[in-house]
Protein backbone atom coordinates (compact mmCIF):
# COMPACT_ATOMS: atom_id res chain seq x y z
CA UNK A 1 0.00 0.00 0.00
CA UNK A 2 1.18 3.34 -0.68
CA UNK A 3 1.41 5.85 2.57
CA UNK A 4 2.61 9.64 2.95
CA UNK A 5 6.71 10.06 4.46
CA UNK A 6 5.90 13.23 6.75
CA UNK A 7 8.07 15.41 6.26
CA UNK A 8 9.47 17.49 9.87
CA UNK A 9 12.93 19.26 10.22
CA UNK A 10 15.75 16.57 10.48
CA UNK A 11 16.62 15.60 14.56
CA UNK A 12 18.28 13.59 16.62
CA UNK A 13 16.37 11.36 19.08
CA UNK A 14 18.06 9.99 22.35
CA UNK A 15 18.27 6.36 23.35
CA UNK A 16 14.86 4.79 23.41
CA UNK A 17 14.12 1.90 25.63
CA UNK A 18 11.59 -0.16 23.54
CA UNK A 19 8.60 -1.73 25.51
CA UNK A 20 6.84 -4.53 24.27
CA UNK A 21 3.15 -5.74 25.73
CA UNK A 22 2.27 -9.34 26.48
CA UNK A 23 -1.37 -10.42 27.88
CA UNK A 24 -4.63 -12.16 26.87
CA UNK A 25 -7.04 -10.73 24.35
CA UNK A 26 -9.27 -7.87 26.06
CA UNK A 27 -6.90 -7.38 29.41
CA UNK A 28 -6.12 -3.72 28.17
CA UNK A 29 -3.22 -4.11 26.60
CA UNK A 30 -3.66 -0.71 24.19
CA UNK A 31 -5.77 1.08 26.81
CA UNK A 32 -3.06 0.73 28.89
CA UNK A 33 -0.61 1.81 26.25
CA UNK A 34 -2.99 4.88 25.53
CA UNK A 35 -3.03 5.83 29.09
CA UNK A 36 0.63 6.08 29.57
CA UNK A 37 1.75 7.40 26.01
CA UNK A 38 -1.51 9.49 24.78
CA UNK A 39 -1.66 7.86 21.56
CA UNK A 40 -3.95 5.22 20.61
CA UNK A 41 -1.45 2.20 19.31
CA UNK A 42 -4.20 0.45 17.29
CA UNK A 43 -3.77 1.44 13.81
CA UNK A 44 -6.31 -0.09 11.56
CA UNK A 45 -10.01 0.07 11.38
CA UNK A 46 -10.99 -3.06 11.77
CA UNK A 47 -8.86 -3.43 15.20
CA UNK A 48 -11.00 -0.04 16.05
CA UNK A 49 -14.13 -1.92 15.09
CA UNK A 50 -13.77 -5.12 16.47
CA UNK A 51 -12.17 -3.65 20.14
CA UNK A 52 -8.96 -5.93 19.58
CA UNK A 53 -5.27 -6.14 18.90
CA UNK A 54 -4.81 -7.90 15.44
CA UNK A 55 -1.62 -6.49 14.12
CA UNK A 56 1.17 -4.60 15.99
CA UNK A 57 0.83 -1.39 17.10
CA UNK A 58 3.09 1.53 18.38
CA UNK A 59 3.27 4.62 20.44
CA UNK A 60 6.41 6.42 22.94
CA UNK A 61 6.24 8.90 25.72
CA UNK A 62 8.81 10.31 27.81
CA UNK A 63 8.29 8.58 31.23
CA UNK A 64 10.84 9.23 33.67
CA UNK A 65 12.70 11.56 31.50
CA UNK A 66 13.90 8.61 29.13
CA UNK A 67 11.71 8.84 25.96
CA UNK A 68 9.75 4.82 25.73
CA UNK A 69 8.98 3.16 22.96
CA UNK A 70 5.64 1.09 22.57
CA UNK A 71 5.13 -1.92 21.23
CA UNK A 72 1.55 -2.85 21.78
CA UNK A 73 1.22 -6.71 20.53
CA UNK A 74 -2.60 -8.73 19.98
CA UNK A 75 -3.53 -11.32 22.48
CA UNK A 76 -6.00 -13.34 20.62
CA UNK A 77 -4.70 -16.82 19.76
CA UNK A 78 -5.62 -16.43 16.02
CA UNK A 79 -2.99 -14.00 16.25
CA UNK A 80 -0.13 -15.12 18.38
CA UNK A 81 2.70 -15.00 15.26
CA UNK A 82 2.04 -11.10 15.17
CA UNK A 83 2.66 -11.05 18.92
CA UNK A 84 6.04 -13.26 18.62
CA UNK A 85 7.04 -10.64 15.65
CA UNK A 86 6.91 -8.01 17.96
CA UNK A 87 8.33 -8.88 21.25
CA UNK A 88 11.61 -9.81 19.28
CA UNK A 89 13.47 -6.71 19.75
CA UNK A 90 11.52 -5.21 22.98
CA UNK A 91 14.10 -3.98 25.68
CA UNK A 92 11.65 -4.72 28.26
CA UNK A 93 8.12 -6.60 28.74
CA UNK A 94 5.06 -5.45 29.99
CA UNK A 95 2.67 -8.32 30.95
CA UNK A 96 -1.12 -7.07 31.73
CA UNK A 97 -3.40 -9.09 33.32
CA UNK A 98 -6.86 -7.63 33.84
CA UNK A 99 -7.47 -8.03 37.78
CA UNK A 100 -11.50 -8.93 36.59
CA UNK A 101 -10.53 -12.02 34.82
CA UNK A 102 -7.30 -13.19 35.94
CA UNK A 103 -4.70 -15.57 34.41
CA UNK A 104 -6.09 -17.06 30.68
CA UNK A 105 -4.74 -19.27 28.03
CA UNK A 106 -3.20 -16.05 26.33
CA UNK A 107 -1.67 -14.90 29.42
CA UNK A 108 0.20 -18.39 29.78
CA UNK A 109 1.17 -18.79 26.17
CA UNK A 110 2.31 -15.11 25.91
CA UNK A 111 4.56 -15.99 29.58
CA UNK A 112 5.60 -19.20 27.99
CA UNK A 113 7.35 -17.39 25.21
CA UNK A 114 8.58 -14.76 27.43
CA UNK A 115 10.74 -17.23 29.38
CA UNK A 116 12.11 -18.89 26.01
CA UNK A 117 12.99 -16.00 24.94
CA UNK A 118 14.92 -15.45 28.28
CA UNK A 119 13.26 -11.86 28.95
CA UNK A 120 14.55 -11.15 32.33
CA UNK A 121 13.67 -7.44 32.47
CA UNK A 122 10.29 -6.52 32.60
CA UNK A 123 6.88 -5.12 34.81
CA UNK A 124 3.32 -7.00 35.12
CA UNK A 125 0.27 -4.40 34.85
CA UNK A 126 -2.56 -6.03 37.22
CA UNK A 127 -5.00 -4.17 34.83
CA UNK A 128 -9.20 -2.93 35.21
CA UNK A 129 -8.70 -3.08 39.14
CA UNK A 130 -11.41 -0.17 38.86
CA UNK A 131 -13.84 -3.35 38.42
CA UNK A 132 -12.86 -5.45 41.23
CA UNK A 133 -12.49 -4.84 45.23
CA UNK A 134 -9.25 -5.21 47.06
CA UNK A 135 -9.07 -8.54 48.17
CA UNK A 136 -9.50 -9.45 44.62
CA UNK A 137 -6.51 -7.54 43.59
CA UNK A 138 -4.82 -9.26 46.53
CA UNK A 139 -5.87 -12.73 45.55
CA UNK A 140 -5.67 -11.97 41.63
CA UNK A 141 -1.48 -10.48 42.77
CA UNK A 142 -1.14 -13.80 44.65
CA UNK A 143 -2.06 -15.70 41.52
CA UNK A 144 0.14 -14.04 39.51
CA UNK A 145 3.42 -14.54 41.41
CA UNK A 146 2.46 -18.35 41.95
CA UNK A 147 2.17 -18.71 37.95
CA UNK A 148 5.15 -16.88 36.84
CA UNK A 149 7.51 -18.60 39.98
CA UNK A 150 10.11 -20.68 37.98
CA UNK A 151 10.31 -18.39 34.94
CA UNK A 152 12.25 -15.95 33.61
CA UNK A 153 9.70 -13.17 34.80
CA UNK A 154 9.84 -14.60 38.73
CA UNK A 155 11.31 -11.76 40.13
CA UNK A 156 8.92 -8.69 38.43
CA UNK A 157 6.87 -6.71 40.00
CA UNK A 158 3.27 -6.58 40.00
CA UNK A 159 1.76 -3.48 40.09
CA UNK A 160 -2.21 -2.67 39.97
CA UNK A 161 -3.37 -0.23 37.51
CA UNK A 162 -6.18 1.21 35.95
CA UNK A 163 -6.30 2.71 32.60
CA UNK A 164 -9.91 4.57 33.15
CA UNK A 165 -9.26 6.15 36.55
CA UNK A 166 -5.65 6.09 36.44
CA UNK A 167 -5.10 4.46 39.53
CA UNK A 168 -1.28 2.93 39.97
CA UNK A 169 -0.03 4.21 36.66
CA UNK A 170 2.33 6.60 38.01
CA UNK A 171 3.84 3.50 40.10
CA UNK A 172 4.37 1.94 36.92
CA UNK A 173 5.77 5.27 35.21
CA UNK A 174 8.99 4.85 37.96
CA UNK A 175 9.35 1.28 37.58
CA UNK A 176 9.40 1.99 33.84
CA UNK A 177 11.88 4.87 34.55
CA UNK A 178 13.86 2.72 36.68
CA UNK A 179 14.39 -0.02 33.92
CA UNK A 180 14.59 2.43 31.36
CA UNK A 181 17.94 3.90 33.31
CA UNK A 182 19.45 0.30 33.07
CA UNK A 183 19.35 -0.56 29.40
CA UNK A 184 22.19 -0.22 27.61
CA UNK A 185 21.70 -0.57 24.08
CA UNK A 186 24.51 -2.19 21.38
CA UNK A 187 25.26 1.18 19.61
CA UNK A 188 28.43 0.06 18.66
CA UNK A 189 27.95 -3.49 16.74
CA UNK A 190 26.77 -4.24 13.33
CA UNK A 191 23.62 -3.10 12.32
CA UNK A 192 20.75 -5.34 12.75
CA UNK A 193 17.12 -4.62 12.46
CA UNK A 194 13.89 -7.28 12.16
CA UNK A 195 11.21 -5.54 9.58
CA UNK A 196 7.49 -5.94 10.51
CA UNK A 197 6.22 -4.01 8.55
CA UNK A 198 6.74 -2.08 4.42
CA UNK A 199 4.81 -0.33 2.74
CA UNK A 200 5.62 2.20 -0.37
CA UNK A 201 5.69 5.87 -0.37
CA UNK A 202 4.99 7.84 -3.58
CA UNK A 203 7.96 9.52 -5.21
CA UNK A 204 10.44 7.62 -2.04
CA UNK A 205 9.93 4.30 -2.63
CA UNK A 206 10.19 1.28 -0.51
CA UNK A 207 9.93 2.11 3.41
CA UNK A 208 10.52 -0.88 5.87
CA UNK A 209 9.80 -0.04 9.74
CA UNK A 210 11.30 -2.11 12.62
CA UNK A 211 12.99 -2.02 16.18
CA UNK A 212 16.44 -1.85 15.79
CA UNK A 213 18.54 -4.19 17.56
CA UNK A 214 22.07 -3.72 17.51
CA UNK A 215 24.36 -0.69 15.62
CA UNK A 216 23.70 2.63 14.39
CA UNK A 217 22.58 3.53 10.52
CA UNK A 218 22.44 6.34 8.63
CA UNK A 219 21.64 7.59 5.73
CA UNK A 220 23.41 6.46 2.29
CA UNK A 221 24.85 3.73 4.27
CA UNK A 222 24.55 0.52 2.95
CA UNK A 223 22.23 -2.65 4.23
CA UNK A 224 22.19 -6.38 3.34
CA UNK A 225 18.56 -7.85 3.02
CA UNK A 226 17.82 -11.63 4.13
CA UNK A 227 16.33 -13.73 2.98
CA UNK A 228 17.73 -13.26 -0.89
CA UNK A 229 21.27 -11.44 -0.08
CA UNK A 230 20.29 -8.17 -1.64
CA UNK A 231 21.77 -4.72 -1.25
CA UNK A 232 20.49 -1.74 -1.25
CA UNK A 233 21.12 1.85 0.24
CA UNK A 234 19.16 4.00 3.31
CA UNK A 235 17.79 6.87 1.27
CA UNK A 236 15.68 8.51 4.10
CA UNK A 237 15.03 7.80 8.11
CA UNK A 238 12.39 8.62 10.64
CA UNK A 239 11.96 7.45 14.10
CA UNK A 240 8.52 8.61 15.98
CA UNK A 241 6.77 10.33 13.11
CA UNK A 242 10.32 12.56 12.43
CA UNK A 243 12.67 12.73 10.15
CA UNK A 244 16.33 12.10 11.54
CA UNK A 245 19.61 11.68 9.69
CA UNK A 246 20.70 8.23 12.32
CA UNK A 247 18.71 5.84 14.31
CA UNK A 248 20.24 3.24 16.87
CA UNK A 249 19.93 0.17 18.76
CA UNK A 250 17.15 0.40 20.96
CA UNK A 251 15.12 2.43 19.08
CA UNK A 252 11.85 2.06 16.42
CA UNK A 253 13.23 3.24 12.58
CA UNK A 254 11.03 3.53 9.52
CA UNK A 255 14.17 3.13 6.37
CA UNK A 256 13.56 4.14 3.11
CA UNK A 257 15.29 2.22 0.65
CA UNK A 258 16.55 2.25 -2.47
CA UNK A 259 17.87 -0.89 -4.65
CA UNK A 260 15.52 -3.21 -3.21
CA UNK A 261 11.34 -3.38 -4.43
CA UNK A 262 8.86 -4.00 -2.59
CA UNK A 263 8.62 -7.57 -3.26
CA UNK A 264 12.21 -7.94 -1.91
CA UNK A 265 11.50 -7.06 1.43
CA UNK A 266 8.48 -8.34 3.70
CA UNK A 267 7.77 -8.84 7.38
CA UNK A 268 10.57 -11.56 8.15
CA UNK A 269 13.19 -10.09 6.49
CA UNK A 270 16.13 -8.54 8.00
CA UNK A 271 18.46 -5.52 7.33
CA UNK A 272 21.63 -5.85 8.97
CA UNK A 273 25.28 -4.62 7.96
CA UNK A 274 26.84 -5.89 4.52
CA UNK A 275 28.69 -9.18 5.09
CA UNK A 276 26.84 -9.99 9.05
CA UNK A 277 23.83 -12.11 7.81
CA UNK A 278 23.13 -14.91 6.35
CA UNK A 279 19.68 -17.08 5.48
CA UNK A 280 19.74 -20.57 5.49
CA UNK A 281 17.16 -23.69 5.58
CA UNK A 282 18.55 -25.67 8.80
CA UNK A 283 19.29 -24.77 12.01
CA UNK A 284 20.70 -25.97 14.99
CA UNK A 285 19.38 -25.02 18.39
CA UNK A 286 19.79 -25.62 21.61
CA UNK A 287 15.95 -26.41 22.77
CA UNK A 288 14.04 -26.93 25.75
CA UNK A 289 10.18 -27.36 26.09
CA UNK A 290 7.91 -25.24 27.03
CA UNK A 291 6.67 -25.16 30.69
CA UNK A 292 3.55 -27.62 30.54
CA UNK A 293 5.17 -29.62 28.32
CA UNK A 294 7.87 -32.54 29.44
CA UNK A 295 9.53 -32.70 25.55
CA UNK A 296 9.24 -30.96 22.40
CA UNK A 297 6.97 -33.22 20.47
CA UNK A 298 9.15 -35.63 18.32
CA UNK A 299 6.49 -35.33 15.45
CA UNK A 300 4.13 -33.24 14.17
CA UNK A 301 3.96 -29.80 12.06
CA UNK A 302 5.84 -27.07 13.30
CA UNK A 303 6.29 -23.26 12.79
CA UNK A 304 9.50 -21.63 13.78
CA UNK A 305 9.67 -18.27 14.68
CA UNK A 306 12.39 -15.93 14.57
CA UNK A 307 12.69 -12.16 14.93
CA UNK A 308 9.80 -11.62 12.93
CA UNK A 309 9.98 -14.52 10.52
CA UNK A 310 7.68 -17.11 10.65
CA UNK A 311 8.69 -20.78 8.60
CA UNK A 312 6.97 -24.15 8.67
CA UNK A 313 9.87 -26.97 9.96
CA UNK A 314 10.38 -30.14 10.85
CA UNK A 315 12.58 -31.31 13.68
CA UNK A 316 15.20 -33.89 14.50
CA UNK A 317 16.31 -34.55 18.11
CA UNK A 318 19.63 -34.86 18.00
CA UNK A 319 20.62 -34.67 22.29
CA UNK A 320 17.65 -34.20 24.70
CA UNK A 321 18.57 -29.97 24.07
CA UNK A 322 19.83 -30.08 20.35
CA UNK A 323 17.33 -29.73 17.98
CA UNK A 324 17.71 -30.13 14.12
CA UNK A 325 14.80 -28.01 12.10
CA UNK A 326 14.49 -28.20 8.13
CA UNK A 327 12.61 -25.43 7.36
CA UNK A 328 10.17 -25.10 4.28
CA UNK A 329 12.57 -21.58 2.98
CA UNK A 330 14.91 -20.17 4.14
CA UNK A 331 15.50 -17.34 7.01
CA UNK A 332 17.98 -15.08 8.08
CA UNK A 333 19.70 -16.08 11.45
CA UNK A 334 22.62 -15.80 13.06
CA UNK A 335 23.51 -17.92 16.00
CA UNK A 336 22.54 -16.56 19.41
CA UNK A 337 19.07 -15.69 17.72
CA UNK A 338 16.09 -16.43 20.05
CA UNK A 339 13.62 -19.01 18.38
CA UNK A 340 10.27 -20.23 19.19
CA UNK A 341 8.90 -23.71 18.13
CA UNK A 342 5.22 -23.98 17.91
CA UNK A 343 3.46 -26.84 16.84
CA UNK A 344 -0.04 -26.83 14.32
CA UNK A 345 -2.01 -29.49 15.56
CA UNK A 346 -1.91 -28.24 19.40
CA UNK A 347 -1.73 -24.52 17.76
CA UNK A 348 0.21 -23.88 20.95
CA UNK A 349 3.94 -22.56 21.88
CA UNK A 350 5.69 -26.25 22.50
CA UNK A 351 9.74 -25.12 23.20
CA UNK A 352 12.10 -22.45 21.69
CA UNK A 353 15.56 -21.70 22.76
CA UNK A 354 18.68 -20.10 20.97
CA UNK A 355 20.81 -21.14 17.09
CA UNK A 356 23.91 -22.61 17.85
CA UNK A 357 24.70 -23.48 14.09
CA UNK A 358 23.32 -21.93 10.85
CA UNK A 359 24.16 -24.36 9.06
CA UNK A 360 24.95 -27.67 10.14
CA UNK A 361 27.54 -29.67 8.25
CA UNK A 362 26.70 -33.45 7.29
CA UNK A 363 24.82 -35.41 10.11
CA UNK A 364 25.25 -33.68 13.36
CA UNK A 365 26.79 -36.10 16.22
CA UNK A 366 25.63 -35.99 19.66
CA UNK A 367 28.84 -35.36 21.04
CA UNK A 368 29.51 -32.21 18.98
CA UNK A 369 26.13 -31.08 19.52
CA UNK A 370 26.39 -30.81 23.23
CA UNK A 371 30.34 -29.64 22.95
CA UNK A 372 29.27 -26.94 20.74
CA UNK A 373 25.80 -26.32 23.08
CA UNK A 374 28.03 -25.74 25.76
CA UNK A 375 30.67 -23.55 24.04
CA UNK A 376 27.47 -21.38 22.38
CA UNK A 377 25.93 -20.53 26.22
CA UNK A 378 28.75 -19.36 27.46
CA UNK A 379 30.01 -17.08 24.55
CA UNK A 380 29.36 -13.31 25.64
CA UNK A 381 30.11 -11.74 22.14
CA UNK A 382 30.01 -13.08 18.19
CA UNK A 383 33.46 -13.33 18.57
CA UNK A 384 33.33 -15.83 20.82
CA UNK A 385 30.85 -17.01 18.64
CA UNK A 386 33.18 -17.38 15.92
CA UNK A 387 35.57 -19.46 17.84
CA UNK A 388 33.05 -21.44 18.93
CA UNK A 389 31.84 -22.38 15.46
CA UNK A 390 35.65 -22.80 14.48
CA UNK A 391 36.21 -25.31 16.90
CA UNK A 392 33.23 -27.16 16.19
CA UNK A 393 33.30 -27.14 12.16
CA UNK A 394 37.64 -27.15 12.64
CA UNK A 395 38.24 -24.55 9.84
CA UNK A 396 35.74 -21.90 8.28
CA UNK A 397 35.84 -18.56 6.05
CA UNK A 398 36.08 -15.58 7.74
CA UNK A 399 33.24 -14.25 5.84
CA UNK A 400 30.83 -17.28 6.87
CA UNK A 401 31.83 -17.17 10.52
CA UNK A 402 30.96 -12.70 10.12
CA UNK A 403 27.59 -13.60 8.44
CA UNK A 404 26.61 -16.77 10.98
CA UNK A 405 27.54 -14.64 14.41
CA UNK A 406 26.26 -11.18 13.15
CA UNK A 407 29.85 -9.84 12.70
CA UNK A 408 32.25 -12.35 14.83
CA UNK A 409 36.26 -12.73 14.02
CA UNK A 410 37.52 -15.57 16.08
CA UNK A 411 40.34 -14.54 18.96
CA UNK A 412 41.33 -17.61 19.69
CA UNK A 413 41.92 -19.52 16.41
CA UNK A 414 44.75 -19.41 14.21
CA UNK A 415 43.88 -17.23 10.76
CA UNK A 416 45.54 -17.48 7.47
CA UNK A 417 44.50 -15.69 4.36
CA UNK A 418 40.27 -15.68 4.45
CA UNK A 419 40.56 -19.04 6.59
CA UNK A 420 40.25 -19.35 10.76
CA UNK A 421 41.30 -22.89 11.91
CA UNK A 422 41.39 -24.99 15.37
CA UNK A 423 44.36 -26.28 16.77
CA UNK A 424 42.72 -29.71 16.84
CA UNK A 425 41.95 -28.86 12.96
CA UNK A 426 45.85 -28.20 12.26
CA UNK A 427 46.88 -31.09 13.94
CA UNK A 428 44.35 -33.52 12.06
CA UNK A 429 45.13 -32.12 8.47
CA UNK A 430 48.56 -32.14 9.34
CA UNK A 431 48.82 -35.73 10.33
CA UNK A 432 46.47 -36.41 7.08
CA UNK A 433 49.52 -34.35 5.04
CA UNK A 434 51.94 -36.68 6.43
CA UNK A 435 50.56 -39.71 5.14
CA UNK A 436 50.14 -38.17 1.90
CA UNK A 437 53.39 -37.18 1.57
CA UNK A 438 54.95 -41.02 3.16
CA UNK A 439 52.41 -42.71 0.12
CA UNK A 440 53.56 -40.16 -2.72
CA UNK A 441 57.52 -41.30 -1.84
CA UNK A 442 56.45 -44.63 -1.83
CA UNK A 443 54.84 -44.30 -5.17
CA UNK A 444 57.55 -41.80 -6.53
CA UNK A 445 61.03 -42.16 -4.88
CA UNK A 446 62.91 -40.17 -6.76
CA UNK A 447 60.78 -37.07 -7.06
CA UNK A 448 61.14 -34.35 -4.26
CA UNK A 449 57.33 -34.51 -2.86
CA UNK A 450 53.86 -34.57 -3.83
CA UNK A 451 52.84 -31.52 -5.40
CA UNK A 452 51.34 -28.57 -3.38
CA UNK A 453 48.32 -28.30 -5.44
CA UNK A 454 47.91 -32.06 -5.21
CA UNK A 455 48.32 -32.03 -1.56
CA UNK A 456 46.02 -28.89 -0.95
CA UNK A 457 43.30 -30.88 -3.14
CA UNK A 458 43.69 -33.61 -1.30
CA UNK A 459 43.08 -32.26 1.93
CA UNK A 460 40.71 -29.80 1.33
CA UNK A 461 42.49 -26.79 2.26
CA UNK A 462 43.36 -23.52 0.73
CA UNK A 463 47.09 -23.32 -0.76
CA UNK A 464 47.95 -20.84 1.96
CA UNK A 465 47.14 -22.93 4.88
CA UNK A 466 48.81 -25.67 3.33
CA UNK A 467 51.25 -23.39 3.24
CA UNK A 468 51.40 -22.18 7.03
CA UNK A 469 50.68 -26.23 8.37
CA UNK A 470 53.84 -26.68 6.07
CA UNK A 471 55.64 -23.96 7.52
CA UNK A 472 55.06 -24.95 11.26
CA UNK A 473 55.72 -28.51 10.83
CA UNK A 474 58.34 -30.30 12.21
CA UNK A 475 57.39 -33.26 9.89
CA UNK A 476 57.35 -31.75 7.01
CA UNK A 477 59.32 -29.23 4.41
CA UNK A 478 58.07 -27.90 1.33
CA UNK A 479 60.99 -28.21 -1.21
CA UNK A 480 60.80 -27.23 -5.22
CA UNK A 481 56.69 -26.29 -5.37
CA UNK A 482 56.59 -29.59 -3.34
CA UNK A 483 55.80 -31.28 0.04
CA UNK A 484 58.27 -34.04 1.81
CA UNK A 485 58.79 -36.06 4.98
CA UNK A 486 61.40 -34.18 6.96
CA UNK A 487 63.35 -37.56 6.85
CA UNK A 488 63.08 -38.73 3.08
CA UNK A 489 65.93 -38.20 0.49
CA UNK A 490 65.42 -37.93 -2.86
CA UNK A 491 69.47 -38.58 -3.93
CA UNK A 492 69.60 -41.25 -6.63
CA UNK A 493 70.47 -44.25 -5.83
CA UNK A 494 73.89 -45.92 -6.72
CA UNK A 495 72.35 -48.10 -9.43
CA UNK A 496 70.75 -44.72 -11.09
CA UNK A 497 73.86 -42.87 -10.90
CA UNK A 498 75.77 -45.71 -12.52
CA UNK A 499 73.03 -45.44 -15.58
CA UNK A 500 73.45 -41.75 -15.59
CA UNK A 501 76.94 -41.98 -15.97
CA UNK A 502 76.30 -44.54 -18.49
CA UNK A 503 73.40 -42.23 -20.66
CA UNK A 504 75.68 -39.74 -19.95
CA UNK A 505 78.51 -40.49 -22.30
CA UNK A 506 76.19 -41.72 -25.22
CA UNK A 507 74.11 -38.70 -24.77
CA UNK A 508 77.62 -36.45 -24.75
CA UNK A 509 78.69 -38.19 -28.58
CA UNK A 510 77.06 -35.29 -30.24
CA UNK A 511 74.87 -32.51 -30.42
CA UNK A 512 72.91 -35.08 -32.06
CA UNK A 513 70.99 -36.39 -29.31
CA UNK A 514 67.85 -39.77 -29.08
CA UNK A 515 64.67 -38.58 -28.30
CA UNK A 516 64.35 -38.56 -24.44
CA UNK A 517 61.73 -40.50 -24.20
CA UNK A 518 64.41 -42.97 -26.14
CA UNK A 519 67.23 -42.83 -23.70
CA UNK A 520 67.98 -45.59 -21.76
CA UNK A 521 66.96 -44.26 -17.91
CA UNK A 522 63.87 -44.28 -15.78
CA UNK A 523 61.58 -41.45 -16.07
CA UNK A 524 61.40 -41.01 -12.71
CA UNK A 525 65.73 -41.09 -12.79
CA UNK A 526 65.50 -38.36 -15.84
CA UNK A 527 62.55 -36.06 -14.18
CA UNK A 528 65.40 -36.53 -10.89
CA UNK A 529 68.20 -35.43 -13.29
CA UNK A 530 66.38 -32.60 -14.44
CA UNK A 531 65.67 -30.97 -11.06
CA UNK A 532 69.38 -31.43 -9.63
CA UNK A 533 70.40 -29.59 -12.86
CA UNK A 534 72.40 -32.50 -14.55
CA UNK A 535 69.60 -32.48 -17.81
CA UNK A 536 68.14 -29.57 -19.37
CA UNK A 537 64.73 -29.71 -21.14
CA UNK A 538 64.73 -28.18 -24.08
CA UNK A 539 60.77 -28.77 -24.91
CA UNK A 540 58.42 -32.11 -24.28
CA UNK A 541 60.83 -34.59 -26.24
CA UNK A 542 64.14 -33.11 -26.06
CA UNK A 543 66.92 -32.75 -23.85
CA UNK A 544 71.09 -32.32 -23.74
CA UNK A 545 73.04 -32.29 -20.26
CA UNK A 546 74.35 -29.15 -19.04
CA UNK A 547 77.63 -29.49 -20.18
CA UNK A 548 76.54 -29.95 -23.97
CA UNK A 549 73.88 -26.43 -23.04
CA UNK A 550 77.32 -24.70 -21.50
CA UNK A 551 79.45 -25.58 -24.92
CA UNK A 552 76.04 -24.41 -27.06
CA UNK A 553 75.95 -20.75 -25.31
CA UNK A 554 79.88 -21.09 -25.83
CA UNK A 555 79.71 -22.08 -29.65
CA UNK A 556 77.16 -19.83 -30.84
CA UNK A 557 78.88 -16.41 -30.62
CA UNK A 558 80.92 -18.13 -33.33
CA UNK A 559 77.88 -17.82 -35.65
CA UNK A 560 78.06 -14.61 -37.81
CA UNK A 561 75.28 -12.24 -36.82
CA UNK A 562 72.12 -12.52 -38.96
CA UNK A 563 72.39 -16.75 -39.08
CA UNK A 564 69.81 -18.77 -40.19
CA UNK A 565 68.52 -22.40 -39.03
CA UNK A 566 70.55 -24.12 -41.46
CA UNK A 567 73.72 -22.59 -40.48
CA UNK A 568 72.77 -23.35 -36.87
CA UNK A 569 72.25 -26.80 -37.91
CA UNK A 570 75.76 -27.25 -40.09
CA UNK A 571 77.50 -25.55 -37.01
CA UNK A 572 76.20 -28.36 -34.48
CA UNK A 573 76.11 -31.41 -36.92
CA UNK A 574 72.53 -31.50 -35.23
CA UNK A 575 69.04 -32.09 -36.89
CA UNK A 576 66.55 -29.85 -37.94
CA UNK A 577 64.44 -32.14 -35.29
CA UNK A 578 66.77 -30.38 -32.41
CA UNK A 579 67.68 -27.02 -34.00
CA UNK A 580 64.59 -25.82 -34.45
CA UNK A 581 63.32 -26.25 -30.86
CA UNK A 582 66.71 -25.74 -29.26
CA UNK A 583 66.99 -21.89 -31.62
CA UNK A 584 63.13 -21.23 -29.67
CA UNK A 585 64.86 -21.98 -26.63
CA UNK A 586 67.63 -19.87 -27.04
CA UNK A 587 65.25 -17.23 -28.02
CA UNK A 588 62.88 -17.87 -25.14
CA UNK A 589 66.24 -17.55 -22.49
CA UNK A 590 67.71 -14.32 -24.09
CA UNK A 591 70.76 -15.26 -25.72
CA UNK A 592 69.61 -15.24 -29.56
CA UNK A 593 67.60 -12.55 -30.77
CA UNK A 594 65.35 -13.37 -34.52
CA UNK A 595 64.65 -10.84 -36.95
CA UNK A 596 62.88 -12.90 -39.67
CA UNK A 597 64.29 -15.64 -40.66
CA UNK A 598 68.23 -15.00 -39.37
CA UNK A 599 69.45 -14.59 -35.79
CA UNK A 600 72.03 -12.85 -33.87
CA UNK A 601 73.61 -13.46 -30.54
CA UNK A 602 72.28 -10.56 -28.11
CA UNK A 603 75.73 -10.94 -26.08
CA UNK A 604 79.44 -12.12 -27.97
Not at 114 to 132: K, S
Not at 388 to 400: F, M, P
Amino acid sequence: MTEKWPQPSLQRSPDVPIVGTAGHVDHGKSSLVQALTGRDPDRWAEEKARGLTIDLGFAWAEIGGIEFGFVDVPGHERFIKNMLAGVVSVDCALLVVAADSGWMPQTEEHVRVLDLLNATTGVIALTRTDLVDADTIELATLEIIEEVAGTSLADWKVLPVSALTGEGLDDLRAALGEIGKSIDPDTKGPFRMWVDRTFVIHGSGVVATGTIQRGTIAIDDSVQVQPGNLTARVRGLHHHDAATTAVHAGQRAAINLTGVGIDDIERGSLLSSPGTSLSTKQLLIDTRAARGFDEIPPRGGFHLHTGTADRTATVRRVTDTATMMALDAAVPAAIGDRVIIRESGRQAVVGGGSVIDTNPQGRVLKDSAETLADAMATASSPSQMADALVISRGSEKLDTLAASTGGGRPESATIVGATAFSEAFAATTTSAAVVQAEQYHTDHPRRPGIPNAELASKLGVDRVVLDHLVAVSTELSGVEGSVQHASFSHALSEADETSWQSAKTELEASFDVPRSSQIPLDPEVLHALIRRGDIVRIDDDLVYTSSQIAEILTRVAELSDGFTVSEFKDHFLMARRQSVPLLEWLDKTGVTLRRGDGRTVRAR
